[in-house]
């Protein structure tokens, strides 16, 4: 499912032990796709999750490699269906 150059991807959250299926932009940078991951899981969980005094990290779940924060969705792997951690 792509929609207007978006991605879906299963989306865990370990702090709070979830799981969402979210829509990411291909063209985003990655260090400008976390914040608005962490504003639609805080949406999302009610603002039960709202990770103040840090700033999570994106990985890959299979590999458990870390997202380089400079490159964009679409030259990541990250795909429909990818796995992806915020930690």
Do not use: F, H, W
Not at 10 to 24: F, N, R, S, T
Not at 64 to 81: D, F, R
Request: proline share 6%; hydrophobic share 35%.
């Amino acid at each position: 499912m792509t929609m207007n150059n978006k991605v879906l991807v299963k989306l865990y959250v370990p702090k709070i032990q979830e799981e969402y299926d979210v829509l990411i932009p291909l063209n985003k940078r990655i260090c400008n796709v976390i914040p608005l991951l962490i504003k639609a899981v805080k949406e999302l969980s009610r603002g039960y999750y709202d990770p103040k005094d840090e700033t999570p990290l994106l990985y890959d779940k299979l590999s458990a490699k870390q997202y380089e924060l400079k490159n964009t969705v679409k030259s990541s792997n990250i795909k429909n269906g990818t796995e992806i951690i915020l930690i």
